[in-house]
């Protein structure tokens, strides 16, 4: 039974954990706040005895896939810009823990694209070789997986969804981020007043946003049919860049999946050709609280 | 000196000559309306017939490049959707023409993608081994060099940007391709009356609109400025999905480079982040009308 070792890093938390190759089954899960490591000036350093700890209790573990949150250099060795712990910013992390760990092999990448390849290894559905992921959250990440490995593009940091040019002169993820999802609710919410179960207040969250449209709330599926409008846009755009025609949609507010879907497909019944359309298939992504580990994880795969 | 066979394959005329690896000369250039091939319903086995001319006189040439306007598949064996010579659809050309001529290989490339990686190799500028290149014309097409090599995407025919969204509910191409640019400039003429050079019976021609710009026409100089904002957003999508920031601009409207290049530059101003910006450049393609041959010999470089 092959184990994978999967690092999913983050600012304000470092998960751990040994990952079966067959099954994705996850065991000696660790979790951690990096403050202490963060302050040290040493992060890498504490990540390494972390690490090492894994290593020593279970020596057949030989590959170790680690998931940042920022931008890596083209061939996946040293951290450019990573912006929740800026500090590490430039180091040669690759090298740094190969050379303390002679016999270990380790894969860095970023931890969208991580959390994309887990979906074909440990994901729920079988998945084609080729398929756009897209994250929707406070900001709107992505990547593309092509012949079953992470598509890197030229400079080595493809697939920014949320930056691509939307609606209102402002870029995808300034339209249908978290926070602007939540303006827009706020400011909409006077229209609707006595027709909307949405608090007036200024309080209104994702997780009531989608309790709300569940419940047939016509505001909040109203919001939701504008998101799913300038997501559908921004799709279009990478299916025909790309020629990928299956999207898997990830992230906390994926929870809006099934209220989104009608305008999204509504746009891409508008935009596509049916060459297209008979091959087009837009899936909610399967691996939830998981996917940064196991991505992590995925890594390790060849 | 080491020579390719480069074929520029097209509805009304297909373009045959012997490439010099090192500098691009063109030898033996043979061009001829294939009308009698496609009467023929033997269209595969002509251009055999002329592969094979060829061929005998030139026996130490070993790879042949062919260029073909249309859907290619994956694996870059077979003819899918040429739609200027629908009766070619289906037809596995390589399999075909490598059993006729053994010995030699033979290199399929959609026309547009052999046309950008002609400028790798045989351009008057050196490039980077990452680039976009978008040819303007009576469609928008494109293409995408990574790692000095076409990037194929998921299903073998990535970047159509002229089927990306943009404004006015259509597709880029249909609003700054030839027909929608001359229809812009027809309407909008009626605005200019006696500010302009351009005729007002309706016969403004593109050629037109690009002298009438270089005399400083502000009608034409107009128009071009819309096509450039239409042309920068869309950019900017695939400059974020891909991750390059070079981007190569060709096609017969490339004539109008200098005069769309100021909105192509605001709206990537206005979109992309400084990391971008600082390493962005929009150049103009070099190879004018060999553009389709030396693409076809550009494919046999390994």
Redesign the interface.
């Known amino acids: 039974m092959e184990q994978y070792l999967g690092i999913d890093v983050g600012g304000t938390n470092v998960k751990m954990g040994l990952v079966d190759a067959t099954d994705g089954r996850i065991s000696n899960f660790y979790s951690r706040d990096p403050a202490s490591w963060r302050n040290s000036g040493h992060f890498v350093k504490r990540l390494g005895d972390a690490i090492a700890i894994q290593l020593v209790e279970h020596p057949h573990v030989k590959r170790v896939g680690i998931g940042v949150p920022g931008l890596i250099s083209r061939d996946r060795s040293t951290l450019i810009e990573i912006t929740a712990i800026p500090e590490i910013d430039g180091t040669p992390v690759i090298p740094d823990l190969s050379a303390r760990f002679p016999g270990t092999t380790f894969y860095l990448e970023n931890d969208a694209n991580a959390a994309a390849l887990g979906e074909y290894y440990f994901g729920e559905e079988r998945l084609p070789e080729?398929?756009i992921f897209v994250t929707l959250g406070t900001g709107v990440g992505g990547a593309?997986i092509?012949d079953k490995k992470v598509f890197?593009?030229?400079?080595?940091?493809?697939?920014?969804?949320g930056?691509?040019?939307s609606k209102h002169?402002r870029?995808l993820e300034r339209n249908i981020g978290k926070v602007e999802l939540l303006r827009m609710a706020n400011e909409m919410r006077a229209e609707y007043k006595g027709q909307t179960v949405l608090p007036g207040d200024g309080t209104i969250s994702t997780t009531g946003l989608v309790a709300a449209a569940a419940e047939g709330d016509e505001l909040a599926q109203q919001i939701f049919d504008e998101m799913g409008s300038m997501l559908g846009?921004g799709l279009?755009?990478?299916i025909?860049?790309?020629?990928?025609?299956t999207v898997l949609i990830g992230g906390g507010l994926s929870a809006s999946f099934d209220f989104i879907m009608p305008a999204v497909n509504r746009q891409l019944a508008?935009?596509l050709?049916p060459y297209y359309m008979k091959s087009l298939s837009v899936k909610r992504a399967t691996l939830a609280n998981d996917a940064g580990l196991l991505g992590a994880a995925s890594l390790c795969f060849e």
């Open positions: 080729d398929y593309a092509i890197k593009g030229g400079g080595g940091n493809a697939m920014e969804p930056h691509v040019p002169g870029v846009d279009v755009a990478m025909r860049i790309l020629d990928i025609t508008y935009w050709t």
